[in-house]
């Protein structure tokens, strides 16, 4: 039997606030989201991010501070991404191995100051380290070279699985990298570090404040389409995922966040692992701009987006927004 109009009218459940709260069916706790926060060198340090108007670059001690207000505000996570200074780059990104660089010493801050209150993500590729921003090594013609650069990147996830990390997140889109990442860490103790695959990562024109962030921008010629996915394709998206849960990944990253939620919702339909999204710098600055425009309500475009992920089978959301998301949410 099936109701119609006017016995059936969809408007009547959506009257009253009480109502609408009864049958809202997906929910957004502060616990959804994971802080994006972004490394650099010096004590007591906050420096403005231009193109992210709204998010500094810290210290380590600020990290620390940042880390504890994540905490407060019930955020499970945070992710550290270091601006590595011009004189500690270069063409093979060996900052990236080095256990005393800029994120080993943020992760241990980070735990110093907050114990295991909340998890450290940290990602794993060679851009922020590479004297041409790049995320892995090239060959001469420029081409970024696939296994040379996993052992590199293997590497890098060791070192910073040594200093505290909780989430190894290869960014890189290496082929086979989860694997052999999976696999060093298991020979080195860490059985419980777990991997948060970029799975299904594209080469985007929503990563630029990002670059700008990390200072890799300046740096980057040419674009990462040898080795980022390609934007028209979704197919794809299922192999990668399938190799990386194959290879041994414990949760799935899909990214972009808001323009590839289709993905979201397939990754989710065909598999049984936890999916996350990135909500990224650009899609951050587009909101940013929206609101300065006068063009929405800056709090509600912020819960609703992240609400769409979740809609769409997130488990979590890494944004930019989170600390704010986290106070609306709270209030
Ligand atoms: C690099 C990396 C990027 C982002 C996260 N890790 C940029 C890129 O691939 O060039 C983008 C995040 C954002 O735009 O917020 N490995």
Redesign the pocket.
């Known amino acids: 039997m099936r109701s119609s109009y006017p016995a059936l009218r969809l408007r009547r459940t959506r009257a009253s606030g009480w109502s609408r709260a009864l049958h809202r069916e997906t929910i957004l706790t502060s616990a959804d989201l994971i802080w994006?926060l972004f490394v650099t060198e010096g004590r007591g340090v906050e420096e403005p991010i231009a193109s992210l108007p709204g998010v500094s670059r810290w210290s380590v001690d600020g990290i620390a501070a940042r880390a504890k207000e994540a905490v407060s505000l019930g955020i499970p996570c945070i992710a550290l991404?270091p601006n590595t200074q011009r004189d500690r780059r270069s063409d093979d990104g060996a900052e990236a191995l080095n256990p005393d660089n800029l994120m080993c010493r943020a992760i241990r801050a980070v735990r110093d100051a907050c114990g295991q209150d909340v998890g450290i993500l940290t990602?794993v590729?060679l851009?922020p380290y590479t004297a041409h921003g790049q995320?892995g090594l090239l060959d001469a013609s420029g081409y970024v070279v696939n296994d040379d650069t996993v052992a590199v990147l293997v590497d890098q996830a060791i070192n910073q699985a040594n200093a505290g990390a909780d989430i190894i997140a290869p960014?890189?889109m290496m082929d086979g990298r989860v694997k052999a990442i999976r696999m060093a860490l298991e020979m080195a103790g860490h059985n419980n570090v777990q991997i948060m695959s970029y799975a299904a990562?594209y080469a985007s024109a929503?990563?630029g404040?990002?670059?700008d962030a990390v200072g890799s921008g300046g740096l980057l010629k040419g674009d990462?389409k040898s080795y980022?996915m390609d934007p028209a394709n979704s197919e794809e998206a299922l192999r990668e995922v399938a190799l990386d849960i194959a290879e041994g990944a414990d949760s799935i990253l899909v990214?972009p966040g808001l323009p590839y939620l289709d993905i979201v919702t397939r990754v989710k339909a065909r598999f049984e692992v936890p999916v996350f999204a990135?909500q990224?710098?650009?899609e951050y600055a587009m909101i940013e701009a929206a609101a300065a425009a006068g063009a929405g309500d800056r709090d509600a475009l912020v819960l609703e987006t992240l609400m769409a992920f979740k809609r769409a089978g997130c488990s979590g959301v890494l944004t930019y927004h989170a600390a704010h998301a986290a106070r609306l949410i709270n209030a």
Do not use: E, T
């Open positions: 994006p991404f990602d590729a851009d995320d960014s890189d990562k929503f990563y404040p990002f670059r990462k980022q990214k990135y990224v710098s650009g």
